[in-house]
């Protein structure tokens, strides 16, 4: 079991506690004393209790003065192991964190070269198509979906930064819009 410590707040209370009993003890002895000097065998015996009380809060200041010197060694010292464990804390947390980051930075690397894969895919594919669609006479109704497949896909992927992202048109869809008559044409 760890002993409670008193704090330096509450020792310097009790230093000002001291402090204003001595000025309020000579404050009195400054009362008596014409009476100690006349002789007042009351006052006499006031003034020897007065000064011995002076002198003992004396000698308590002193040992609440040390003592408050100790517990704000205390404290700094508590103050040090508290940043100590919350540093380890910290360094903890950004262990993981790191790692995570690490992890979803691994796992953007393979989208974007999975993306990049695609990307040249559908580019081929476009220019590749619509050869073959005028080509293969098959109908050539203008559709703006037809070409930019690649551009628009690229507005969309980074549409990732924006606040609530542009809620762009998914690319499936503008190529449904684009080809769909072809291949109902075809399937025909």
Do not use: Y
Not at 108 to 128: A, N, S
Request: negative net charge.
């Amino acid at each position: 079991m760890t002993k409670k410590i008193a704090s330096s707040d509450n020792i310097r209370g009790q230093i000002t506690a001291v402090d204003a009993r001595v000025i309020e003890l000579e404050l009195e002895a400054e009362g008596l004393a014409l009476a100690v000097v006349s002789g007042d065998t009351d006052a006499v015996a006031r003034m020897s209790a007065i000064r011995t009380e002076i002198e003992r809060a004396k000698a308590d200041k002193v040992m609440f003065e040390r003592a408050f010197s100790g517990a704000v060694a205390h404290e700094s010292a508590e103050r040090a192991k508290e940043k100590e464990a919350a540093k380890g804390v910290s360094a903890a947390a950004a262990c993981k964190q790191a790692s995570r980051i690490v992890e979803i930075a691994d796992r953007v690397d393979v989208m974007i070269d999975e993306f990049r894969t695609l990307m040249f895919e559908l580019e081929r594919l476009e220019l590749d198509a619509n050869h073959n669609v005028k080509n293969g006479g098959l109908s050539q109704a203008a559709s703006r979906h037809r070409r930019g497949l690649v551009r628009q896909s690229g507005a969309n992927f980074a549409d990732w930064s924006t606040p609530q992202g542009r809620r762009r048109e998914p690319i499936g869809s503008l190529a449904r819009s684009g080809w769909g008559d072809i291949i109902e044409e075809t399937v025909a």
